[in-house]
């Protein structure tokens, strides 16, 4: 099972910019890496997706080093409503298998944004 | 938008009965998830389907069987429900591929089970 570490919580102030970093060691050579946002009492929410490199939407930046063992999630000057729990995710490298649903998501982390 | 929409949001049963929460997508998607939330523990999968009638064991299946009839509903069901299954239940659906393939997961709000 490829399980990814992340810490479990962060706290930030509004306006400054966010980097939550995260560990896969075992990521498969056909896996992406995506990163969830959870408020309470609402399903996750997908937030940014990507193989290799940089990736940025609206929302935020993701690196990924050219070893794919960790990946960086970027939030760009954060507000008091990006407070919430973030995933990250990557599928499970099982050698010839599907590995559909084989996805971990952890604990998260919590990042709480002050005013 | 997709819209993944879970029967209930708060349910209360008592040990022993038969409990169905239900989920439905609109986006027909192939692929349909259930998972359970649990405090420090995370999001733990419990079933999945990748076609109508087709289900495979996700993390946790024990106690929960599963039902897919039609494409776009997927049902949970605890047989005899006891109290170590009172948690957050979320189902997720998601185009073929996986979640690992540019085909993010879309979740319900989830059902809140307690049972007593």
């Known amino acids: 099972l490829a399980k990814t570490t992340q810490p479990i919580s962060m706290d930030s102030y509004e306006g400054q910019e966010v980097n939550i970093t995260c560990s896969h060691n075992?990521?498969?050579?056909?896996?992406?890496i995506t990163w969830y946002q959870q408020f309470p009492s609402q399903g996750p929410r997908f937030i940014i997706q990507g193989y290799k490199t940089k990736v940025t939407n609206e929302v935020a930046s993701l690196f990924i080093p050219a070893d794919r063992k960790s990946s960086t999630l970027s939030l760009p000057r954060v507000s008091l409503s990006d407070t919430a729990v973030y995933y990250c995710l990557v599928g499970d490298p099982v050698p010839g298998g599907s590995t559909l649903g084989r996805l971990y998501f952890g604990r998260g982390t919590q990042l709480t944004v002050w005013p | 938008d997709v819209k993944v929409t879970q029967s209930s949001r708060y349910l209360v049963k008592r040990t022993g009965e038969k409990v169905f929460l239900e989920c439905v997508q609109d986006?027909?998607?192939?692929?349909m998830f259930w998972y359970r939330q649990d405090p420090g523990l995370g999001l733990r999968l419990i079933y999945f389907s990748y076609d109508v009638k087709m289900k495979e064991k996700g993390d946790i299946p024990e106690g929960y069987s599963v039902s897919r009839e039609k494409k776009e509903r997927f049902s949970l069901i605890l047989e005899s429900a006891s109290t170590n299954q009172t948690s957050m239940y979320l189902c997720?659906?998601?185009?073929?591929?996986?979640?690992?393939?540019?085909?993010?997961?879309?979740f319900g709000n989830g059902t809140r089970l307690t049972v007593t």
């Open positions: 997720a659906s998601s185009l073929l591929g996986g979640g690992q393939y540019n085909s993010p997961l879309h």
């Open positions: 075992n990521i498969a050579t056909n896996d992406y």
């Open positions: 986006m027909d998607h192939e692929n």
